[in-house]
Nanobody, 120 residues
Framework: QVQLVESGGRLVQAGGSLRLSCAAS????????MGWFRQAPGKEREFVAA????????YYADSLKGRFTISRDNAKNTLYLQMNSLKPEDTAVYYC?????????????WGQGTQVTVSS
């Protein structure tokens, strides 16, 4: 089973950028499609983006297209989320997880997440 640790979240001003990382343990990481999710205060966790096991295909929540970029480095067992032009409504705890690529459904347990706070 793959264990995941998210990092990179912090306080940033609106319009700024952040890159989140998700470090995975185990050799199985490169076998899975992966995704990012987020949960804002008082809201349900929502899908952000997904990437195939090879990194050759990606897709995003419609509201985030053009601002966020998901990528992965299988040699480093790490998943990334580059977030640009951040808005206060992007404030949330961000999580990574293995996913079923076409549905974006999470497959594993959730980690502790990383907090992103965007100030106006």
């Amino acid at each position: 089973q793959v264990q995941l640790v998210e990092s990179g979240g912090r306080l940033v001003q609106a319009g700024g950028s952040l890159r989140l990382s998700c470090a995975a343990s185990g050799r199985a990481f490169s076998s899975y499609a992966m995704g990012w999710f987020r949960q804002a205060p008082g809201k349900e966790r929502e899908f952000v983006a997904a990437i195939t096991w090879s990194g050759g295909s990606t897709y995003y929540a419609d509201s985030l297209k053009g601002r966020f970029t998901i990528s992965r480095d299988n040699a480093k067992n790490t998943l990334y989320l580059q977030m640009n032009s951040l808005k206060p409504e992007d404030t949330a705890v961000y999580y990574c997880n293995a996913v079923t690529y076409y549905s974006g459904s999470p497959l594993g347990s959730w980690g502790q997440g990383t907090q992103v706070t965007v100030s106006s």
